[in-house]
């Protein structure tokens, strides 16, 4: 575990290129594993989570070519996934966990064992196991619900199936499982979430129909996939817009971000409060899925900040960036709640003892409820020690309190950083020496 050290900056200027995206790079190795021709994939996150899904697609047959500037997955077919000798580690990655099932579930007759770090042993499978389970497939984990877990492939059929909550993972699982099940699956979501996985069926040729909040897809023969392009992470961007906004006399381009709307809840939160975030963030809620994903440079300044509140419906759209509303809040007018957000409590860590604590112990008014927090602004942070629990969004929140704060912060596990952006004390280091 390394500690670093945040001091307060007077302004951070320049450009900066956030690595590419973390849950678009997931599925990109996934689809190319289970696509019938190679897959080019430019713009790889190489980072510890993604590592694990392309050592993952390896485990179960792929080829995996890393080349400087693409990744190419040899695949083993929808229907052709092999059996590791040892189980599969899915690392940190909830992602990862979460959205294979559903492929391996599909694959009749075997039997596949996923397990990961002490993070995901927490982190519950019952929420894609159930659905599975209604489509055939056999799931048994560790106290029913947590991994060490084992997938015992079947032949699907198809299911209708609501979604308790509102969750890209699940949803992404049973959209997969789908493909190859018996019948026309729908998938009924309680609000929206990220659809990066049925932008990728729409590229891979599969037709996916929406209608309302009502998703549908029948099995296919094979993924057709074209060549894929991974934007940059909104959620690692998102670091960026909040030091850039709350560190005062700050200018910071953002270039090449994924700007898909169901991704950018936490740019209008920001806006919303008075930060200024400038970029073409027109892409419409409701579009037809579109196979690409939208990309823009973002303009971001500091400016004088309200308090707001999040509601539950917001809360999928800007699920990864909670944290950071909660540091902008204290900086803010007012008060600033966060409501409808009980899954922060199952993320990399508890998110919202963590926050809460790890802020409160920097100086912050800020306290937990049952489904998120309500912070008191009062215009500064002092600053102290703060751990990161090894969850890579708190080490980055922690970073950012730093830079804002009076007196600097410590940061206890910055190393988690590199679960999902590898390069962020350097970039760190070129924006504050501009
Ligand atoms: C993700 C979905 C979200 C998010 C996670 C990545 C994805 O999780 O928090 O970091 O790539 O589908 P949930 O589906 O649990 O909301």
């Known amino acids: 575990m390394t500690t670093a050290r945040f001091d307060p900056v007077d302004a951070l200027r320049g450009e900066v290129t956030p690595p590419t995206d973390k849950s678009i790079s997931h599925r990109a190795a996934i689809f190319g594993a289970m696509a019938a021709d190679p897959v080019r994939i430019r713009g790889y996150l190489h980072a510890a989570d993604t590592t694990s899904t392309l050592d993952a697609m390896r485990a179960l047959g792929a080829i995996v070519e890393v080349h400087a500037d693409e990744v190419v997955v040899r695949g083993s077919g929808l229907r052709e996934a092999q059996v590791p000798d040892a189980p599969i580690d899915v690392g940190n990655a909830g992602t990862l966990m979460r959205l294979l099932p559903g492929w391996l579930a599909a694959q009749p007759g075997r039997t596949y064992h996923l397990d990961g770090d002490s993070s995901i042993r927490r982190r519950p499978v019952d929420r894609i196991a159930e659905p599975l389970r209604l489509m055939g497939a056999g799931i048994e984990a560790t106290d029913g619900r947590f991994p060490p877990f084992a997938v015992h492939g079947r032949r699907l059929h198809a299911i209708d199936y609501t979604l308790p909550v509102a969750s890209a993972q699940v949803k992404s699982c049973v959209l997969i499982a789908g493909l190859t099940a018996d019948g026309a699956t729908t998938i009924t979501e309680p609000k929206p979430s990220r659809d990066h996985t049925e932008r990728m069926l729409a590229a891979s040729g599969v037709t996916l129909r929406r209608t309302g909040d009502q998703l549908c897809v029948t099995n296919v023969d094979e993924l057709l996939l074209e060549d894929l392009v991974v934007p940059g992470d909104p959620s690692s961007a998102a670091f960026w817009i909040a030091a850039g906004v709350l560190v005062r006399g700050s200018r910071i381009v953002i270039r090449a971000t994924g700007t898909n709307w169901t991704r950018t809840g936490f740019h209008r939160i920001v806006q919303r409060m008075g930060g200024i975030v400038v970029g073409d963030l027109e892409e419409d809620p409701g579009d037809d899925v579109r196979a690409g994903e939208p990309v823009s440079d973002l303009d971001v300044a500091a ?132």
């Open 303 to 434: 400016g004088p900040l309200v308090g707001t509140t999040v509601e539950a419906d917001e809360v999928p759209l800007a699920i990864d960036e909670l944290p950071l509303v909660a540091l902008l809040g204290v900086f803010a007018e007012g008060e600033t709640v966060v409501r409808g957000a009980q899954e922060l409590k199952l993320k990399e860590s508890d998110r919202i003892t963590a926050v809460v604590d790890g802020l409160r112990g920097l100086g912050a008014s800020i306290e937990a409820t049952d489904d998120g927090f309500v912070v008191q602004g009062t215009g500064e942070l002092r600053g102290g020690t703060i751990s990161s629990h090894g969850d890579h969004r708190l080490a980055m929140l922690g970073a950012v309190a730093g830079m804002a704060s009076r007196e600097g912060v410590t940061v206890e596990g910055m190393d988690a950083a590199a679960v999902s952006y590898p390069g962020f004390t350097d970039d760190f280091a070129t924006l504050a020496s501009a």
